[in-house]
């Protein structure tokens, strides 16, 4: 299939066969993880496939193996670190593993990097038990288009069907002539820090919108965006 196509069949696969991914299939999801799209190039991220033991996770995930993500703490690291990475969440589902982002896990690891970028979010993978993708775009759990969205535009479905942290779906896009902005609701206290995962939520998004308009996809950032209320102004796209 494709990544596009995934959009509207993947889910978070929580159970999986408890075995490892042999060293073919890791050599050719790092091969991905390397080729990915960023957000914001000049943001330094690497991600790393570890051990299951190098996270502390109170959830019984049976994956051997996980994708550990650091990234530099700078303006724009969450929504790029989501961006980045729900394409391989779409890679995996493609080659016929399943994934789950994993934002409850913490990193056992040395605390310390010599590159010093920080842990920031923790990606399960593995062969799925059971089936491992939606057979229909109905079981997604999703708001309304008029929930996300100034106006009804279907080219925005890829977005309304990412997954986000406990499903919050805190984007929300609005139209100016051929430009969609898109916003990130509050989330009580406005988080800001490399722990708040609602801007990752956004990139997600954001990848969707990618994913699907691959050739055409321009990211940038206005400087006088339209305020909207109990949101904030993550940036702007061209499909
Ligand atoms: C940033 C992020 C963190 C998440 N963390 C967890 C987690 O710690 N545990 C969990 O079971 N699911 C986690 N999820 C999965 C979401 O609960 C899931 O994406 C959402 O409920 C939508 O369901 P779907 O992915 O099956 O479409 C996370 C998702 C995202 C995007």
Not at 173 to 195: P, Q, R
Request: glycine fraction near 6%; hydrophobic fraction near 40%.
């Amino acid at each position: 299939m494709s990544l596009k196509e995934m959009i509207f069949k993947r889910k978070s696969v929580r159970s999986f066969v408890n075995a490892s991914i042999g060293p073919n299939s890791i050599a050719r999801i790092e091969k991905f993880i390397n080729g990915i799209k960023p957000l914001y190039p000049d943001i330094k991220v690497r991600a790393e496939i570890v051990d299951r033991e190098s996270v502390k996770c109170i959830c019984p995930w049976t994956t051997k193996q996980v994708v550990a993500i650091f990234t530099e703490d700078k303006p724009g690291a969450l929504i790029n670190v989501g961006f980045m990475f729900q394409q391989l969440d779409l890679y995996l589902a493609d080659i016929g593993l399943g994934a789950c982002w994993l934002g409850m896990a913490q990193w056992e690891g040395e605390k310390e990097r010599e590159d010093g970028l920080k842990f920031v979010m923790t990606m399960a993978f593995g062969k799925p038990k059971g089936e491992g993708q939606r057979d229909d775009v109905l079981k997604f759990k999703r708001k309304n288009m008029t929930e996300i969205s100034d106006i009804q535009d279907a080219r925005l479905v890829p977005a309304r069907l990412a997954p986000s942290s406990a499903n919050s779906q805190p984007w929300y896009f609005t139209h100016e002539d051929d430009v969609i902005h898109v916003y990130c609701a509050h989330k009580g206290l406005l988080n800001k820090s490399l722990g708040s995962t609602n801007q990752m939520d956004v990139g997600i998004a954001l990848a969707h919108m990618y994913v699907a308009n691959e050739e055409t996809f321009e990211f940038f950032v206005v400087e006088n965006p339209v305020p909207v209320k109990d949101h904030t102004y993550m940036g702007s796209f061209r499909i």
